[in-house]
């Protein structure tokens, strides 16, 4: 993307994404729904990366919800690993890309051990102030 064709006086300060379909996207293309949600994770990145260059000031992604927990234990499992894996991954790219970690929501209706880290994260990154 040629970021020079931009109007940064356009730009919003704040972007929410509600990240949905994933288990569609795998469905239609024959693949597991798990697949889908790691293929959903691809996307954060690219969005992320983006909304670095982009200077957006903050960035929520919608990414579980209280509907979620009636998904197959399978699934919820599942989207739990991927959660885990990808924090443990991009910790230290939050850190040095001045990113800050902060979530919304009932964390508490999480597994333990993902609000641990979900709580790891934020205070790892608290000092952070470009982009939240």
Known sequence: MDLSLIDYTRIPRHIAIIMDGNGRWAKKNSLPRVQ???????????????????????LTLYSFSNENLNRPTVEINSLMK???????????????????????????????????????????????????
Request: hydrophobic share 35%; charged share 35%; net charge positive.
């Open 82 to 132: 991927i959660l885990d894996h990808y924090l443990q991954k991009e910790l230290e790219r939050m850190k040095s890309e001045n990113i800050r970690f902060n979530t919304i929501g009932q964390i508490e209706e999480l597994p333990a051990e993902i609000q641990k880290l979900l709580l790891r994260a934020k205070d790892y990154t608290k000092k952070c102030d470009g982009m939240t």
């Open 36 to 58: 889908g949600h790691w293929e959903g994770v691809k996307s954060v990145n690219r969005i992320v990366t983006l909304c670095r260059k982009l200077e957006i000031e903050a």
